[in-house]
């Protein structure tokens, strides 16, 4: 199997290293890749905590001379080059510029020194074995493109969360499908799968709450405000013509979501809420493709204020944002 790590900088990066450093006494629990057994260990402070995801090296995954994207339209649909063997299966991309498959995420513990004490899975199907109950609830994010999988620590410090999509290993193209509630008709992948936010608690118990934000494309980010019992999440929205619809920018960039302790199953996830937006004619520069302006990549927490960053657009902004003061959200502003 072949592996990735988040490589996601900007201001989350050094968030995460800094207040995983000081997370407190993190049970968790995880399975074999097999399911034949589970380890229980401790996220001991002053360790690292760091995101990874593994391919399933599988040369079934995909099938040379298969249409893609999955259960496209004719207008839009191209010959598969590669079968499912890393790294081959990726020059799919060359014909396929939506081309990415699920994969498995691990968060692993590592000391200062490099040495690695343990892995946490997360639960990748809804037949995932885990001790504690999973209730099918599932996350997976895309090999081996996109930004996915920044960390963040709660700001009391109880969970751990980041952004992923409610889909299987092995799946072709989530990356850039819809939303289930946010449908682009140009977009040229037909599938919707819900994204979603994962925390994990200090009993290695996760809970994800689902959105129809980032249609199109993926959230990367999210830190849950547990003053306010919100979530604020980025990422970036839109995979079909431009203009884009209106329901697609609406869930691009920085929004807010209400924490789910439900099973996923049972969630009904509304219209993305966006906490605020950005243009680069602000600037002074021209006007952008739209969904650019709103392409962010990482968000931090700093005296209340809440700071998201951006580089990404032809007009070449890279920038970074304050939003309203958090303390506005405790009166329920957004």
Known sequence: MTERRSNSGNLNRLAIKLGAIFMLGLVAATARADGSAFDLFLFFPGNLVVSRSVYDNNPNNVTVGESLPPNCTSANCVDATSNGTYPQVFNNALV???????????????TPFGFPLGSLEVPDSPQFAFPFGNNGNHLVTSFSSKSELALNLSTDRRYLTFMGYVATPDTVD??????????????????????AAAQVDPFGQFHFTETNAYSGDNGRAAILNDDANLIYAAGNAGNGSNPEPAGVILGAGAQILTPEFSSEISQRPALPTPVSSFNVTQLGDKQDKIGKDDNFRGLAIFNNVLYYTKGSGSNGANTVHGSTPLKCCRRACT
């Open 174 to 195: 989530v990356s850039n499908a819809n939303t289930p509630g946010v449908i682009d008709p140009t977009n040229p992948v037909p599938g919707a799968y819900y994204r």
């Open 96 to 110: 396929d510029g939506s081309f990415g498959i699920t994969s498995k995420i691990f968060l692993d513990q590592i």
